[in-house]
C-alpha cells in the first residue's frame, strides 16, 4: 500500500522513495521562471508605480464645469480646503512657505482658513498637531517642538505668533492678556454700517438659541435700553464679557464693505457678534451669526450673489472673510523695538473683493499683488 502525501510549504514529500532534492528542483524551477516574468513587480518598482498613482491623483484637475455657479463653487472649493485633508508633513512645509517673520524667540505664520489651532472631536488636523513637524523643518531634527502665543479661531486666517519655548510663550500671553498687543482685522461685510467709524462697546454673553436646531451662541448683553426716547439702564447678566471694538470703513459700495476692526477686548467671536448684532452688518460667509435664532447659510441679496456669481442655494460654500491683517508686539526680551508683523490676504478674500467692487487702501495693493 502506497504510503500517504502531504503538501507541505509548495514541495511534495512522497513516500514511494523517489529523492526529495529531485523533486524540489522540479517544483522550483516554475517558481523561478515565474518570478522571472513578473520582474517589472520588484519592490523597488512596485513602490514607485504606487508613488506615481498617488501623485496623478494629487495632481488630477475636476472637471471643469460648464455651469459658471458650479465653476464658482469649485473655485471656493479650491481656494479654501486646500489644506484641510493632507499629511502632517505636507501642512508644515506649507506653514513653512508662510513665514512672515522669524527669531530666536518667535516664530510668526500666515494661519491657513479652516484649520483649527486645537484638537477636538471630529478634528483631524490642527495646527497645534504639526508644530513638532514645524519646529524640525526650521531647526533640524534635535528641535523642541514650538508653542502657541494665542488662538485664531478655525475660519479666520493670518497673523498667528509661535515662540520657540514656554517661558517666552508665557510672555507673549500675558502681553494679550494685558491688551499691550494691537491686533487689526480685516474683514468684507455684508451691507455698510452706519456710521462709518466708532467704538462698539456692548457687553458679551454666551446663550442658548431656540430653533429647529438648540445650540449656543455668543451675543449681545448691553447695558442700557431705549424706553420712551430715554436711556435707561439695564441688570446686566453675571455671566457678560466686557466686549469693546474698534471699527471704520477702508472701502464701501451700497450692499458691501470692507472693514478695518480693532478689538480691544479679546472675547469669544467678538467681532463677528459686534458687526451683526452690533452694527446689523454680519461677516461675508458668517453662517454662524447672521441670524440668531438658525444655522443656516447666510442669506444674500440678489445683487451681491449676482456679484458673487453665485445662487442663494450655494451660499454655503462662501467661506468667512475674516483676516488677521496686523499684529504689533511691544518690545520683548532681547528686541528693544516693537515688532509689525502684516500678513497679505488670502487669494478668496481678494477674489471677492475684486466681485464685489471693493477698493483697497493704495498702500495695500502692492502687497497683495501675488495674493491676486
Not at 493704495?362 to 491676486?372: L, P, R, T, Y
Request: glycine share 6%; aromatic share 4%; charged share 20%.
Amino acid at each position: 500500500m502506497a504510503a500517504p502525501r502531504g503538501r507541505v510549504l509548495g514541495f511534495w514529500i512522497r513516500g514511494n522513495g523517489q529523492s526529495l532534492g529531485s523533486l524540489f528542483t522540479l517544483v522550483s524551477k516554475p517558481f523561478c521562471s515565474a518570478a522571472t516574468a513578473s520582474e517589472p513587480l520588484n519592490a523597488q518598482r512596485l513602490a514607485q508605480k504606487l508613488r506615481a498613482q498617488k501623485q496623478e491623483q494629487v495632481t488630477k484637475k475636476e472637471p471643469v464645469s460648464t455651469n459658471p455657479v458650479h465653476r464658482r463653487v469649485q473655485e471656493l472649493v479650491r481656494y479654501t480646503r486646500q489644506l484641510q485633508r493632507v499629511h502632517p508633513n505636507v501642512l508644515a512645509k506649507a506653514l513653512t512657505r508662510g513665514i512672515l517673520h522669524q527669531d530666536k524667540n518667535l516664530v510668526v505664520i500666515n494661519k491657513p482658513y479652516g484649520l483649527p489651532v486645537h484638537g477636538g472631536p471630529g478634528v483631524q488636523l490642527c495646527i497645534s498637531d504639526v508644530l513638532p513637524i514645524l519646529a524640525k523643518m526650521l531647526h533640524g531634527h534635535k528641535a523642541e517642538p514650538l508653542h502657541l502665543c494665542h488662538r485664531l479661531d478655525k475660519e479666520t486666517t493670518g497673523v498667528m505668533v509661535l515662540a520657540w519655548d514656554k517661558d517666552m510663550a508665557h510672555q507673549v500671553q500675558e502681553l494679550f492678556r494685558t491688551r499691550q498687543v494691537v491686533k487689526k482685522y480685516w474683514a468684507i461685510t455684508v451691507r455698510v454700517p452706519m456710521p462709518s467709524a466708532g467704538v462698539v462697546d456692548i457687553p458679551i454673553v454666551e446663550k442658548e438659541a431656540q430653533g429647529q436646531q438648540q445650540h449656543h451662541k455668543m451675543t449681545l448683553s448691553p447695558s442700557y435700553r431705549m424706553e420712551d426716547g430715554k436711556t435707561v439702564k439695564m441688570r446686566s447678566s453675571r455671566n457678560a464679557q466686557v466686549a469693546v471694538t474698534q471699527y471704520r470703513v477702508l472701502s464701501s459700495t451700497l450692499s458691501s464693505a470692507l472693514m478695518e476692526l480693532h478689538p480691544i477686548t479679546g472675547i469669544k467671536h467678538q467681532l463677528r457678534v459686534h458687526l451683526s448684532f452690533g452694527l446689523d452688518c454680519p461677516v461675508l460667509g458668517d453662517h454662524k451669526y447672521s441670524d440668531w435664532n438658525r444655522l443656516a447659510p447666510q442669506k444674500l441679496s440678489v445683487g451681491t450673489l449676482k456679484k458673487l456669481g453665485l445662487e442663494q442655494s450655494k451660499t454655503r460654500y462662501i467661506p468667512l472673510h475674516l483676516h488677521a491683517r496686523q499684529l504689533i508686539l511691544p518690545a520683548l526680551g532681547s528686541r528693544k523695538e516693537e515688532l509689525n508683523l502684516v500678513c497679505k490676504l488670502p487669494h478668496f478674500f481678494v477674489r471677492s473683493l475684486r466681485r464685489l467692487g471693493l477698493e483697497m487702501p493704495n498702500q495695500d495693493q502692492s502687497k497683495n499683488s501675488e495674493a491676486q
